[in-house]
């Protein structure tokens, strides 16, 4: 009976490790390359890539994600996050083929540590930060979309309209006003194909497009908006941009019937996630 149920000689729990103790774990030590950034308190969306010490992209098909309040303190949640493909098939190459995209519930502002480890392959461990801000600076969910003039190929032809390699039409006939006046539910696009700047941005346009023709007959509107003044990065955002407020591009919005934002995507989206999105909240 000696030894049996004695709590003198029960051993101490080992604590959890920290964040930074994972990340300095064996393999590899990076830092996440954000695609995103403009978060409120609630559903993030998180899009990364790790990049590695030779600057390849590394492409799993899923990573491990831990969260924490600092880069000393203890994880308080871990969940996962799934590789969606960029763009789709005959698009114009991007720096990547794939990208992680993780949603995480993070309900109080401030700044969240996050480490992502890619599952299988040679270790590697990602870290970086996540800032929640009070309140977005984009239109967030259940906010009222801006009645925006944008213009269609009823005032302009379809090369002042898109900087896509091959423009859609059918992304160009219906403003944003008018899809509101006629309260019919519409996916938006704000990217510019040409001069897209970011890394992870990809060709979104086209993803757009892909879901439009997957859609059809549903009668939700597709509209896509370019990002600079006549097309030239020089002449700065514009009015567009910077009515619905954009702090990067690209951004896709779902906007309902009612005039309100549904979803909305910062950076790369793939064609799954949007047409997941449009079934679910649109039609």
């Known amino acids: ?25 064996p393999g590899e030590d990076v830092a996440i390359t954000p695609g995103s950034a403009d978060f409120g308190p609630g559903r993030v969306r998180l899009t990364f890539l790790i990049v590695d010490g030779q600057g390849g992209v590394v492409t799993r098909p899923s990573a491990r994600i831990w969260i924490a309040r600092g880069l000393k303190e203890r994880p308080f949640a871990q969940t996962t996050a799934r590789s969606e493909e960029i763009g789709v098939e005959g698009s114009d190459p991007a720096d990547a083929t794939a990208i992680f995209v993780t949603n995480l519930q ?18 590697i461990q990602a870290v970086g930060t996540v800032v929640v801000k009070e309140q977005t600076a984009a239109p967030d969910i259940g906010e009222a979309a801006p009645r925006s003039q944008t213009p269609t190929l009823a005032t302009a032809t379809l090369a ?15 403003s944003v006003a008018a899809a509101l006046a006629d309260r ?12 897209c700047t970011s890394r992870t941005c990809g060709p979104v346009v086209d993803v757009v497009s892909t879901v439009r023709r997957d859609n059809a007959g549903s009668g939700i509107r597709f509209i896509h908006v370019e990002i600079y003044e006549g097309n030239d990065p ?20 779902l906007v309902g019937a009612d005039g309100k934002v549904r979803d909305r995507f910062e950076g790369t989206i793939s064609v799954r996630e949007l047409d997941a999105s449009v079934r679910h909240l649109l039609r």
């Open 234 to 253: 020089a002449r700065g955002e514009n009015r567009w941009v910077r009515e619905w407020k954009l702090p990067s591009e690209p951004w896709v919005f």
């Open 160 to 174: 002042e309209l898109s900087t896509s390699r091959v423009p859609d039409p059918d992304l160009h006939r219906s």
């Open 184 to 195: 019919v539910p519409f996916v938006l696009v704000f990217a510019t194909p040409k001069y």
């Open 1 to 25: 009976m000696a030894g049996c149920g004695g709590s003198s000689s029960a051993k101490e729990e080992p604590k959890a490790p920290t964040l930074e103790a994972l990340w300095r774990a």
């Open 106 to 123: 993070l309900p109080k502002a401030g700044m969240y540590w996050v480490l992502a480890e890619p599952v299988g392959g040679r270790k």
